[in-house]
């Protein structure tokens, strides 16, 4: 079983930064999407950002420019760089791994707040 780990969420003001990190071990898939997906209180999952086994990058409407994904492949680490965070940006944030017939492996989730 691959266990998935998420970090890094905290209550932060408007307009600062955040970075969380995403964990997942075992992991010996070679080819995989990495999402960021997050869900506030009340409302359906929504997409962030992906990234992929050979570095191609998605990210929604609502933070490109302003939320950067990256990974450490060799340590299966991956992040999610937020600046410029607003109000609705609050939510759950939670890593998935897309590993193809191998399955989908979710971590538990780490929340996000931001707030004067």
């Known amino acids: 079983e691959v266990l998935v780990v998420e970090s890094g969420g905290a209550l932060v003001q408007p307009g600062e930064s955040l970075r969380l990190s995403c964990v997942a071990s075992?992991?010996?898939?070679?080819?995989?999407?990495m999402s960021w997906v997050r869900q506030a209180a009340e409302k359906e999952r929504e997409f962030v950002s992906e990234?992929?086994?050979?570095?191609?990058?998605k990210y929604s409407d609502s933070v490109k420019d302003r939320f950067t994904t990256s990974s450490e492949k060799s340590r299966h680490q991956w992040y999610l760089q937020m600046n410029s965070l607003k109000p609705e940006d609050t939510a759950v944030y939670y890593c998935?791994?897309?590993?193809?017939?191998?399955?989908?492996?979710w971590g538990q989730g780490t929340r996000v707040s931001v707030s004067s």
């Open positions: 998935a791994a897309e590993c193809g017939s191998w399955g989908d492996f």
């Open positions: 075992p992991f010996p898939f070679t080819n995989y999407y």
């Open positions: 990234i992929t086994n050979v570095g191609t990058f």
